[in-house]
């Protein structure tokens, strides 16, 4: 099982892939993955506002366990994934496949290991926020975001929304050899961090301090995995007994983390799950709203359409004639 670790410093990072994995340099900051283990792209830079980025295009072939190295000090890191990856169920332990989309800021200063198993397929990038980024940027980025000079540590997730998935896939749709490469991922780069942080302004994050120690921030960020059921939302009791904490502590901390309720979380993951189907257009209405464990089709349609505005069977018609 390949052991790889995930550095504040971007270059550490390149150097522990490049000596763990079999690589070959196929353009400027690009590597080309073909190791047993792993295959893909992973390129890498930094913009001329000083965020460091590497960007993964991989797919998982044998077991292979992360680690994320604490944050230096002033450091605060995002983290996208998009795709799917394997998870042990935490019921029966038995391997199965989840969805990801999400995106995470943080600055946490404990280190976190996990595992990717096979048959996983995922895009991911990192950017790395240095202080003096802060200081580049035209607008006030510590009076919109007073919580970027807390000691204390922190983490925020989001679901990425539509157009922040356009521009992460860019990156990974440019080809590498060009002479605009560079400035083209550099420009998308800061366009994705614009999206996610008015996204998070958007939750009214304030400078109040955290209480809660890296290791229950770490576990309630990792919860993300007992959303895989779109059937039914794992309880309170459930989140409580995984992170570790009483009822109304989990409760709070998932909030603070996620912005917003854990039933609330559920309904977006099932919301997004149910776009994504009748968007791909492989299934019918009613087969989706069983899948997603609605009791009928009319209760699918009416929970459908009181969250985007629109029937299923309108925007599946929308995404055919789009194709």
Request: proline share 5%.
């Amino acid at each position: 099982m390949i052991h790889l670790t995930v550095y504040s410093d971007f270059e550490k990072t390149i150097e522990e892939f490049k000596t763990n994995m079999q690589c070959e340099s196929t353009a400027p900051n690009t590597l080309e993955i073909n190791d047993p283990a792993v295959k893909g792209v992973f390129f890498y830079g930094k913009t001329s506002m000083d965020v460091a980025y590497f960007y993964f295009d991989i797919e998982i072939l044998e077991t292979i366990e992360i680690s994320r190295a604490a944050s230096v000090k002033g450091v605060w890191t995002l983290s996208l994934s998009h795709g799917e990856t394997v998870d042990a169920n935490p019921e029966s332990g038995t391997p199965q496949k989840r969805p990801v989309n999400g995106a995470e800021f943080h600055n946490l200063k404990k280190n976190e290991t996990f595992t990717l198993h096979p048959g996983g397929a995922l895009r991911f990038s990192s950017f790395r926020l240095h202080p003096h980024f802060y200081y580049l940027c035209e607008v006030k980025v510590y009076k919109r975001f007073p919580f970027l000079k807390n000691k204390s540590s922190l983490a925020y997730h989001e679901i990425m929304d539509k157009n922040m998935l356009v521009f992460f896939h860019a990156a990974f749709d440019q080809n590498p050899n060009s002479p605009f490469f560079k400035l083209t991922v550099e420009s998308i780069t800061h366009s994705v961090l614009a999206l996610f942080l008015d996204t998070l302004e958007q939750r009214h994050v304030d400078s109040q301090d955290n209480h809660y120690p890296d290791e229950f921030i770490n576990k309630m960020l990792n919860s993300r995995s007992l959303f895989t059921n779109f059937k039914t939302p794992p309880s309170l009791e459930v989140l409580s007994k995984f992170v570790g904490m009483g009822r109304s502590q989990t409760n709070e901390l998932f909030k603070l983390v996620f912005g917003k309720t854990p039933h609330q979380f559920f309904t977006d993951l099932r919301m997004s799950e149910a776009k994504n189907l009748i968007v791909n257009g492989k299934h019918t209405i009613t087969e989706i709203a069983v899948f997603l464990g609605f009791a009928s089709q009319s209760h699918f349609s009416k929970a459908f359409k009181g969250y985007y505005g629109i029937l299923p069977k309108k925007m599946q018609l929308i995404a055919l004639n789009k194709s």
